[in-house]
Structures are given as C-alpha cells and as structure tokens.
C-alpha cells in the first residue's frame, strides 16, 4: 500500500498552513481515513484478490501531471 495523506496523529501536529497546502492538492479537499485504506488491505488479502500479485496499490487523490513531474 501506498496511501496518500490519511488523517492521523502525525498529520494533526503538522503546523496549520502545511496540513492546508495538502489538502488544497487533494481533489475531495479531505484527508484520507485509515478505514479506507484498511478495508483496501483487506480486499487484498482475501480470496477476491487471488489474482492481484505484484502491484501496489496507489491511493492518493493529488493530481499530478505527467507532463512536468509535479502535482497541479
């Protein structure tokens, strides 16, 4: 897995300003919540899966563009 910016205690004690650039480069304009990724997790390691090897699994909701490397 990797996530994007899950709401935390980490991210919580992150000063105001950083913690509102995150979100202005999330498009739902909200942190991710660890239920979302675990249920993610648990999709994985069940039966469902068992066709799903060797890929990770990407969740952020930043944009980026690939034309110049950075998020927009």
């Known amino acids: ?3 994007g910016f899950i709401d935390t205690d980490t991210l919580e004690a992150l000063p105001v300003a950083m913690r509102e ?3 202005a480069l999330i498009l739902e304009g909200r942190l991710g919540r660890a239920t979302q990724i675990a249920d993610a997790v648990h ?3 069940s ?3 068992s066709y799903v090897n060797g890929y990770t699994v990407v969740s952020t909701e ?3 563009s690939f034309v110049d490397g ?3």
């Open 21 to 23: 650039e995150y979100l």
């Open 62 to 64: 930043i944009t980026y």
């Open 70 to 72: 950075g998020p927009r």
């Open 43 to 45: 999709f994985l390691v």
């Open 47 to 49: 039966p469902a899966a």
């Open 1 to 3: 897995m990797a996530p």
